[in-house]
């Protein structure tokens, strides 16, 4: 008998221009008047996941916001080379209406991100497919177990086409099909949309299997960064240099 | 900020909550209270009174709905998306902040709707009476804003609001007449909205008042949420408001 396997709908869209991508330099931001970066760098090429890695606390989620424009920055420069330089963002909640039906969630976040009238009926069917929920597509937000409320938010982010897409700890708390899906479309996402994905997660596997490149971050600051194969050259595993780097010493 | 505006007013009529509080608590009011308080209401029909009275008292419960508006989206987290959005934030801010005026003058419209249909309240001329109820629905919502960034939690806000709106009602003749209050809460009356109002409603559906004639509360409502908005403005946390945590 043949498993059964989830299917990640193939996004067309035009091939990636060379340059492409994120580039964020010297980030400096503050979170309740404590310092949370200190001058973080990160470059994210178009077609590629950048994985975004660091224990709690170490500033992974400011960095996202920052370059998000959720978080004010207080120094560094952010930049999206792209024909519409447009950044798609998923927080680490699942940031959704919870009375609205998942279509609906859809549709409103389309109207935001500019997707005109006439175009967001087949941009909300495209994200759907994407999140894989199409048969709930009339179901209320609120009533979502939390893996379909995560490939929800995934999807949201994804409207309109972002050349860039930030997604924060997207599979925390999912079951393994519902990240393996996820974690399938990411990679989708930046191969065959052309996106530049930057992802973090504290699931090194996850980085290991999807990501190109990986920043380690700590205390603010970017301990090391390259190509995953490079990162874990010296260790047995990424999770071992991540040891290494950041120390075994117990975090918040 | 009309994508704003709707998704909050889609928002706000799925909360069962709205119509209670907007619509059943004022209506029920109205029923047990306007034939056992008749003598001290100074219209022969006692409804010509209750209808508008309660109809304002609880418009003003809008402020607790625009303030709401805020608290949800924080507490669903989703601040950090939209603020991420290619739309400019103050007009998530003010779509947001319309849709509470517009779910309160629906309110008015029903409550007098079926103040006249069930209970032969006379309404007055439609064109004043509109201009009044939309100024009353703009002053019931403008401390939304300000509460929102003021309190920590949904029971914080309804705290503060039950305590703004009763208390600004019983002053301001929602409830018993301005005219029967206490001296000393007579003479304050006409420092709340609601006296003004309750005045504005009384000139065009017992007076038969034209748009000329009810100035005054016009003025003194648009007046109240402007000076709400002006002296706020600075004790408004905005970073509290919009923080995406």
Redesign the interface.
Known sequence: MTPAVATVPRVTRPRVTRGAGLAARGLVAQRGGRAVLHGVSLAAPAGEVTGLVGPNGAGKTTTLEAIAGVCPLREGSIRVFAERPTIGFAPQEAALYPPLTVAENLAVFAAYAGVRRAARAGEVGRALELAGLEGVATRRAGRLSIGQRRRLSLAVATLGSPAVLLFDEPTAGVDPQARHHMIEAIGALAREAGAAVVFSSHRLDEIETVCDTAVIIDHGRVVTEGPVADLRIDDPSLEAAFLRLTGVGLRE | ML?AAL?EL??SL??PQLLVVLVAIPLTLVAVLSTALDPIYPTDNPYQSTIPGFAVMFAFYGMAFAADGFLRERE????????????DRWRIVLGKALAPVAVVSIQLALLLGLGSFAYGVHLGAPVPLTALLLATAVAGCAPGLALASWVRSRVELDQLSNLLVIGMASVGGAIVPATRLPGALARLAPLTPQYWALDGFDRVMNQGAGLAEIGAPLAALLGFAVGVHALSHRAVRWHRLLD?V
């Open positions: 994508t998704v889609r928002v799925r909360n669903w987290g989703n601040w950090a998306r939209l603020l991420s959005l290619p739309v995406p």
